[in-house]
Every structure is written in structure tokens, then in C-alpha cells.
């Protein structure tokens, strides 16, 4: 069965950075984009970044371009998100998510497209 793990969340500082997790079984990893997903307090769901199966296409939401960074390593089946120059408002739970279709690219911000979700890795920016 699909499993989706997400790891690398903790405590840091502001100006930090954290590199995060998902690892992926159950499916055919390159065939599906993901994406990152996180929910802050007291907010709602928001799509952080996608990624396309092979690799190649990277989404990215206005708030985190150019200190997010999405990667895909296919020989661990593994999907990184590298936060950099953390900021307090970065502070979620951050989640996995895999694309219910293998014509998506990584780009859809609808939490409907996607079909399986990891438990969430918690992130806390404060100093």
C-alpha cells in the first residue's frame, strides 16, 4: 500500500534552515508529481511546492520562492523540501502529498488532487 513518510521537521532559529523528508513506497515514485503542503495554526491547508515525476518541473507558492527548494531522489524514492532563511510565519505542520494522476505536474494547489498524505513533519521557527 501507498505510504508517505515525513521526516526532518524540529526547532529552529530564524535565518536557519531545515531540510525535510517524505519517503514514498507503495507506487511507481517517478510516474507521480508531489507536493509539499503545510497548515500553520489556526489556518488553513496551503500547497508550498510541486514537483513532477521526472523531476524537471518545480512549483513553488509566491511566500517561499527563492528559500524553498523541492528535489525527488529516485534511488532512496525520497522527496526533499530545503527551507532556507527560515521565518516565523514558516512555522506548520508540513505535509506530503502524492498526485492522484500520472498526467499531473506538480503545479495544483487543490488539496483534491492529490490522494494519499503523510503524517506531517512539525516545523517551529522561533528564537
Known amino acids: 500500500q501507498v505510504q508517505l513518510v515525513e521526516s526532518g521537521g524540529g526547532l529552529a532559529q530564524p535565518g536557519g534552515s531545515l531540510r525535510l523528508a517524505c519517503a514514498a513506497s507503495?507506487?511507481?515514485?517517478?510516474?507521480?508529481?508531489m507536493s509539499w503542503f503545510r497548515q500553520a495554526p489556526g489556518k488553513g491547508l496551503e500547497w508550498v511546492s510541486g514537483i513532477n515525476g521526472h523531476g524537471y518541473e518545480k512549483y513553488y507558492t509566491d511566500s517561499v520562492t527563492g528559500r524553498f527548494t523541492i528535489s525527488r531522489d529516485y534511488a532512496k524514492n525520497t522527496v526533499y523540501l530545503q527551507i532556507e532563511s527560515l521565518k516565523p510565519e514558516d512555522t506548520a505542520l508540513y505535509y506530503c502529498a502524492k498526485a492522484d494522476s500520472e498526467r499531473s505536474h506538480g503545479s495544483s494547489s487543490v488539496p483534491q488532487d492529490y490522494d494519499y498524505w503523510g503524517q506531517g513533519t512539525q516545523v517551529t521557527v522561533s528564537s
Open positions: 507503495g507506487f511507481t515514485f517517478s510516474n507521480y508529481a
